[in-house]
């Protein structure tokens, strides 16, 4: 089955600075990577996302990249605010297949102000 | 308009007992979507629903897990024999059609087996 690999676990910035967060998967028929963001007591919320035939894609502050030669994707979010601040998973999922993602561990997002 | 609703919010019992966790999904979403997520994890698939029936009980862990949707909108995820491992916070996601479509999470019920 797929395997996904988040880094970092934890990931401290100061407010204005831009944060970085990248995944690997093991699986190369997974075309749908989505990323959520998870604050205290809620449930994940989906962010952005991207599909495996594009290599870029842009919402405002945040962008996501996919690699799928080397199987990475990653989540960029400039000019960080205290708001942002929270844990984000990114997940792999194969939409033709067994569909069903596959999450990180998630990475811990501390924005200070 | 409403999101998806989970209740209990929290949920405590002690180990041997039988628990319910409803999830409400969004009005019209066909597919429901049941994860669990431990502490320090991201959620892991339980089982998913298109409809009333369901369509994926993969990642259901062992025979004391079941989860029902009779009417094809709330599901309840049923735990028999709780251990103190099923301890954790479970996850309804509802989506509007096919697997495709974006998945929308509810609050989640943190359940906690004494």
């Known amino acids: 089955g797929e395997n996904v690999e988040q880094h970092p676990s934890t990931l401290s910035v100061q407010e204005g600075d831009s944060a970085v967060i990248k995944c690997t998967y093991s699986d190369s028929a997974s075309n749908y990577f989505p990323w959520y963001k998870q604050e205290l007591g809620k449930g994940p919320q989906l962010i952005i996302d991207i599909r495996s035939n594009v290599g870029e894609k842009k919402d405002q502050r945040i962008a996501v990249t996919l690699n799928k030669t080397a199987k990475h994707f990653s989540l960029h979010i400039t000019e960080t605010q205290p708001e942002d601040s929270a844990v984000y998973f990114c997940?792999?999922?194969?939409?033709?297949?067994?569909?069903?993602?596959?999450f990180g561990r998630g990475t811990s997002l501390i924005v200070h102000p | 308009g409403a999101g998806v609703s989970q209740t209990p919010s929290n949920k405590v019992t002690e180990k041997g007992k039988y628990v319910e966790l409803r999830c409400d999904p969004i009005?019209?979403?066909?597919?429901l979507y049941w994860y669990r997520q431990s502490l320090g994890q991201g959620p892991e698939f339980l089982i998913y629903f298109q409809g009333t029936g369901a369509a994926d009980d993969s990642g259901l862990p062992n025979d004391r897990f079941f989860a029902v949707r009779p009417e094809g909108s709330v599901s309840t995820l049923k735990i028999q024999r709780t251990e103190r491992g099923d301890s954790a916070v479970y996850l309804c996601?509802?989506?509007?059609?096919?697997?495709?479509?974006?998945?929308?999470f509810g609050p989640g019920t943190r359940l906690l087996v004494l």
């Open positions: 009005s019209g979403h066909t597919a």
């Open positions: 996601a509802s989506s509007f059609g096919a697997v495709q479509e974006t998945q929308y």
């Open positions: 997940a792999a999922s194969n939409q033709g297949g067994s569909y069903i993602p596959t």
